[in-house]
């Protein structure tokens, strides 16, 4: 299984920048997928999930940040919207699947580095 994310960059503060992430190869079924990002210094932290059809995000983007996903394109997409400084960060994607029925695995993406910044 692999995660192929892509979208990221610079941007002003203020701006917007959107992220997507794609998985690929054996996969029976995609149970959760979304985005945790790690700030230099600083912990790797949940940015927006969402599993059985439920959402949930981090304090920190509550409000500025949408998660969407379309599980049969094995597709997750971040929008990213008022970014600030703090905002800076790499973004890894994160999926939980079944390659097989009751085999399940998580898998992280590359990650993708967001800075913003005047």
């Known amino acids: 299984v692999q995660l192929q994310a892509s979208g990221g960059g610079l941007v002003q503060p203020g701006g917007t920048l959107s992220l997507s992430c794609v998985a690929s190869?054996?996969?029976?079924?995609?149970?959760?997928m979304g985005w945790y990002r790690q700030a230099p210094g600083k912990q790797r932290e949940l940015v927006a999930r969402?599993?059985?059809?439920?959402?949930s995000y981090g304090d920190a983007v509550q409000g500025r940040f949408t998660i969407s996903s379309d599980y049969a394109k094995r597709t997750v997409w971040l929008q990213m919207n008022s970014l600030e400084p703090e905002d800076t960060a790499v973004y890894y994607c994160?999926?939980?699947?079944?390659?097989?029925?009751?085999?399940?695995?998580?898998?992280w993406g590359q990650g993708t580095l967001v800075t913003v910044s005047s």
């Open positions: 190869g054996s996969i029976f079924r995609v149970i959760a």
């Open positions: 994160n999926v939980l699947l079944e390659r097989r029925a009751l085999e399940r695995g998580e898998y």
């Open positions: 969402v599993a059985y059809g439920r959402t």
